[in-house]
């Protein structure tokens, strides 16, 4: 069984940073693609950022140089480093990944979400 634990979450000032985990627990065969998305009350779910098998990494326009996206093979984990954050980045922020669980076998997980609050 693979899931999802997102971490790092929490109440930060504006102009502050945070840094999001997400691990992928369980057989894991190949990262195809991990990444972030947003939702705060009221709005849409977006894409904040994205990183696929290749290294190649998108942007939301509102986060683009404020946010990097990374991650570490090996640990089957992908980290969002949030700086300069603004209250307009509060949000749930959810864990997305495209897994290779089996030779030939990809699947999509998402995590529970875990809360961004920016506020003074």
């Known amino acids: 069984q693979v899931q999802l634990v997102e971490s790092g979450g929490g109440l930060v000032q504006p102009g502050g940073s945070l840094r999001l985990s997400c691990a992928a627990s369980?057989?894991?065969?190949?990262?195809?693609?991990m990444g972030w998305y947003r939702q705060a009350p009221g709005k849409q779910r977006e894409l904040v950022a994205a990183?696929?098998?290749?290294?190649?990494?998108n942007y939301a326009d509102s986060v683009k140089g404020r946010f990097t996206i990374s991650r570490d093979n090996a640990k089957n984990t992908v980290y969002l480093r949030m700086n300069s954050l603004k209250p307009e980045d509060t949000a749930i922020y959810y864990c997305n990944a495209i897994l290779g669980v089996r030779v030939g076998v990809l699947e999509e997980y998402w995590g529970q979400g875990t809360q961004v609050t920016v506020s003074s």
């Open positions: 990183i696929i098998s290749g290294g190649n990494t």
């Open positions: 369980g057989i894991v065969f190949s990262l195809n693609a």
